[in-house]
């Protein structure tokens, strides 16, 4: 039977296109009385053969690997991380079969399905998976994106696309990023200071895909604050242990500011604030000037200016300053 590309989610995830019911129908029946072969039609061009094949559990590490340019992270994928789909693997089996190709030495690039790969590999379950002969590169990234859209991608994943669009001249800044993304700017914003973190402080928490903007950029901050040699300390620290699994706490949000509160700590410990001190105001005219000195910068405060003061001291400021 063959399935078009729009009914591709329908298919994958059990969504159906109420506008091509029967289409989709059909779709899913496939799919879920697990038809030992399907026609596919690609990004609607080729149409082609897959073949439904179970790789044992022991084997799938071996015969499989993920296609590269898959936009999910590997390493977020954990049993936190999982735990949508990890219960119901576990009591009845994978449901729904993943997309893949043949590449050399006869083993599989998973195309659809990272995040059930992983699943099968915790759960000792058996992984069930359609394979197809000749699916060039262009089709391929075509499933692995069409795929991620049923699961959302955490911000630095998304960031790291971003990035990419960026650095390939694609976009010229990130308002226009805002739009070809169809987000806000704050949004850009977050996820691109979530793609310029290190994995290794990422991987601190127990579900990536579950930290919002605030916690990513309250990351950011914490991070580059410290000098470059004591980033490096701090990375070291958290690669030996992934440090949501040192947390006596149940429950993804609780596990999460749990680690938030350790990276605080550590990072309190390799670079401690100094008090902040606070400088009062002095008069220079009373009631008409006042001023104040931090370091650097001066903060002057006028009152009863009249318009030809208020010219005059602006022209002094800017030629003794610029």
Known sequence: MAIKTSELNARLFSKVDKRRATSSQEAQKAVAEKVPVIELSVAGEASVEFQLLRIRASDIESQTYIFPENAREQSFLNEIALSDILVTLKERGQQYPAVGRWVENDKIEVLDGSRRRMSCILAGQDFLIYVAHGINSKHAKFLSDVANAHKPLSLYERGKEMQAMLDRHEVLDQKELAKVCHCSEALVSGALKAAALPLPLLQAYPSVGELGRP????????????????????????????????????????????????????????????PSVDVPHIDLIKGVATYRRKGDVLSISLKKINDTDFDAILNFIKNRLS
């Open 215 to 274: 916690t990513i950029v309250k990351l950011h901050r914490l991070f580059f604050s410290l000098p470059m040699g004591k980033q490096g300390v701090l990375l070291e620290k958290l690669e030996e242990l992934p440090l949501w699994k040192s947390v006596d706490a149940s429950g993804v949000s609780r596990i999460t500011r749990e680690v938030s509160l350790i990276l605080d700590n550590l990072c309190e410990k390799l670079e401690p604030q100094m």
